[in-house]
């Protein structure tokens, strides 16, 4: 066992074993305060950077503390490190628990991520779609967005005049934190966003290399720094300064986890060497650098191809939401439109039975005769007796209206009246009077039929003259001609 633990390097052993016991105490012996999450946190934002293998046992234990926010510090990584397919994967994850509180902070980073990969991949359109809400957000970004601030690609999603005002507010965030490694880097992307020729991106420069003297910060941030300086000496055609610069970290450079950090790192270090004629460092960084951009462009096309395909798929999810939505819609409107017309049938049949009920007698005369009309219609009606036109059967209320040129309701309103009787009843007792005279007057009448005698006077009935003939004379026809014959 002592012969193995001796081939490891001591620093590297060292280093280790501090890690690993730390996370062992913080676990299992000791209460977590705000204080050690957020030490716990700061040290997750760093290994993203560089060391990917301490990474995944902090991220786990993290997760049992704040499970949404280690999602979204896994997702960052994964971006980080351009593994656009597995952040994918868990984007779909985290936004099952985002999208429950479209107003939350995690729903912000959730959509903040989303943008991020879509700019990442190239998908403009839906990358249009998402910077609009997360533009809009009413959240400070200033303080939610500052601690996943750790590579340039983040403010791609916001405007030129946020990015600045995003990074000065994490810039003071991290000082008065005391956050140096968050300080080095928020310097130079600051630094890189304004005028690199700038007093301002000068002094950012400056301020974020002092801390890598001042403080170990660890060689991703030695890296991050001298490279940015690096650029600065390409662009003034000095490749001397810039190569005395990056020489050092070639080897190192590969352990960065940042893959946009270690590209750029290899083709700034591969412009140096060729300015200075040095080909066997030329050689090795373009092929780290190509190596770099085709693993990358391969994964980008794969993940592309994922990511429109699940667009698509939820596109189709939305139209088949709301074509169902509408098929809803117009079943309620026939529904609605067919109790309409069942309650307007129902209305007029209610209304029908009501105006059926009311009793004829309750009808309100709305009329008044003139003196001389009903005195008219009286002289008419004497001479309609005494000529017995009553025993023609085709008289009528509305034919003998019309021949005495009234209107029927006068007409009815005079009978009625004068005569003791409504119309119908008034033209049968005539009838009846009519016959009864002729059997008396005349003895041959005596001999005819009953039914002789109602078509006689006006019936075209047999019965309905029995019936009318015996209420109005308390005998039957033949009983009343028994009678007078006897």
């Given at each position: 066992m002592?012969?193995?633990?001796?081939?490891?390097?001591?620093?590297?052993?060292?280093?280790?074993?501090?890690?690993?016991?730390?996370?062992?105490?913080?676990?299992?012996?000791?209460?977590q305060?705000?204080?050690?999450?957020?030490?716990?946190?700061?040290?997750?934002?760093?290994?993203?950077?560089?060391?990917?293998?301490?990474?995944?046992?902090?991220?786990?234990?993290?997760?049992?503390?704040?499970?949404?926010?280690?999602?979204?510090?896994?997702?960052?990584?994964?971006?980080?490190?351009?593994?656009?397919e597995?952040?994918?994967?868990?984007?779909?994850?985290?936004?099952?628990?985002?999208?429950?509180?479209?107003?939350?902070?995690?729903?912000?980073?959730?959509?903040?991520?989303?943008?991020?990969?879509?700019?990442?991949?190239?998908?403009?359109?839906?990358?249009?779609?998402?910077?609009?809400?997360?533009?809009?957000?009413?959240?400070?970004?200033?303080?939610?967005f500052?601690?996943?601030a750790?590579?340039?690609?983040?403010?791609?999603?916001?405007?030129?005049?946020?990015?600045?005002?995003?990074?000065?507010?994490?810039?003071?965030?991290?000082k008065?934190?005391?956050?140096?490694?968050?300080?080095?880097?928020?310097?130079?992307?600051?630094?890189?966003?304004?005028?690199?020729?700038?007093?301002?991106?000068?002094?950012?420069?400056?301020?974020?290399r002092?801390?890598?003297?001042?403080?170990?910060?660890?060689?991703?941030?030695?890296?991050?720094?001298?490279?940015?300086?690096?650029?600065?000496?390409?662009?003034?055609?000095?490749p001397?300064?810039?190569f005395?610069?990056?020489?050092?970290?070639?080897?190192?450079?590969?352990?960065?986890?940042?893959?946009?950090?270690?590209?750029?790192?290899?083709?700034?270090?591969?412009?140096?060497?060729?300015?200075?004629?040095?080909?066997?460092?030329?050689?090795?960084?373009?092929?780290?650098?190509?190596?770099?951009?085709q693993?990358?462009?391969?994964?980008?096309?794969?993940?592309?191809?994922?990511?429109?395909?699940?667009?698509?798929?939820?596109?189709?999810?939305?139209?088949?939401?709301?074509?169902?939505?509408?098929?809803?819609?117009?079943?309620?409107?026939?529904?609605?439109?067919?109790?309409?017309?069942?309650?307007?049938?129902?209305?007029?049949?209610?209304?029908?039975?009501?105006?059926?009920?009311?009793?004829?007698?309750?009808?309100?005369?709305?009329?008044?005769?003139?003196?001389?009309?009903?005195?008219?219609?009286?002289?008419?009606?004497?001479?309609?007796?005494?000529?017995?036109?009553?025993?023609?059967?085709?008289?009528?209320?509305?034919?003998?209206?019309?021949?005495?040129?009234?209107?029927?309701?006068?007409?009815?309103?005079?009978?009625?009246?004068?005569?003791?009787?409504?119309?119908?009843?008034?033209?049968?007792?005539?009838?009846?009077?009519?016959?009864?005279?002729?059997?008396?007057?005349n003895?041959?009448?005596?001999?005819?039929?009953?039914?002789?005698?109602?078509?006689?006077?006006?019936f075209?009935?047999?019965?309905?003259?029995?019936?009318?003939?015996?209420?109005?004379?308390?005998?039957?026809?033949?009983?009343?001609?028994?009678?007078?014959?006897?």
């Open positions: 002592i012969a193995i633990i001796k081939k490891i390097p001591v620093n590297l052993l060292t280093e280790r074993i501090v890690v690993f016991l730390c996370l062992f105490i913080i676990a299992f012996y000791t209460p305060t705000p204080n050690d999450v957020g030490i716990l946190r700061e040290e997750i934002l760093d290994k993203m950077q560089y060391d990917s293998q301490q990474l995944e046992p902090l991220l786990k234990y993290y997760s049992k503390i704040s499970p949404a926010d280690a999602q979204i510090l896994r997702i960052k990584s994964l971006l980080i490190k351009g593994n656009y597995e952040a994918l994967n868990s984007l779909s994850a985290l936004k099952k628990i985002a999208t429950n509180d479209k107003k939350s902070e995690i729903f912000f980073q959730y959509q903040y991520l989303y943008a991020e990969l879509c700019q990442a991949l190239g998908l403009t359109s839906e990358l249009k779609n998402i910077s609009n809400d997360v533009q809009n957000f009413k959240f400070s970004k200033q303080i939610i500052a601690d996943l750790i590579d340039k690609t983040s403010f791609e999603v916001f405007a030129p005049s946020e990015r600045i005002a995003i990074l000065k507010s994490a810039i003071e965030n991290y008065k934190a005391g956050n140096n490694k968050a300080l080095i880097q928020s310097s130079i992307w600051l630094s890189e966003l304004l005028n690199k020729n700038s007093a301002e991106s000068m002094l950012a420069r400056n301020y974020a002092g801390l890598t003297n001042i403080n170990k910060s660890g060689i991703y941030y030695e890296i991050l720094v001298f490279n940015s300086l690096a650029k600065i000496e390409l662009e003034k055609s000095n001397k300064a810039a005395d610069l990056l020489k050092n970290f070639q080897s190192s450079a590969s352990g960065i986890s940042n893959i946009g950090l270690k590209a750029d790192f290899y083709k700034n270090l591969a412009k140096a060497s060729a300015g200075i004629n040095e080909f066997n460092m030329l050689g090795s960084a373009n092929d780290n650098y190509f190596n770099i951009i693993n990358i462009e391969s994964k980008k096309s794969v993940a592309k191809a994922m990511l429109v395909n699940y667009i698509n798929k939820m596109n189709e999810e939305k139209l088949a939401a709301q074509q169902k939505m509408f098929r809803y819609i117009y079943l309620a409107i026939i529904m609605i439109f067919i109790i309409a017309i069942i309650l307007i049938c129902w209305s007029i049949k209610y209304k029908s039975r009501l105006t059926k009920k009311v009793p004829a007698s309750t009808e309100v005369k709305n009329f008044v005769i003139p003196d001389k009309t009903e005195k008219r219609i009286l002289n008419k009606l004497e001479e309609f007796e005494k000529n017995h036109k009553y025993i023609q059967k085709t008289v009528s209320l509305k034919t003998l209206a019309q021949q005495f040129d009234t209107n029927p309701k006068y007409l009815s309103e005079v009978v009625n009246k004068h005569k003791n009787s409504n119309f119908n009843t008034y033209i049968n007792n005539l009838r009846i009077d009519y016959i009864v005279d002729k059997i008396e007057e003895p041959e009448y005596r001999k005819y039929k009953v039914s002789y005698l109602a078509d006689e006077c006006g075209s009935s047999h019965s309905l003259f029995t019936t009318i003939f015996k209420n109005r004379m308390n005998l039957s026809p033949t009983e009343f001609l028994q009678k007078i014959n006897g």
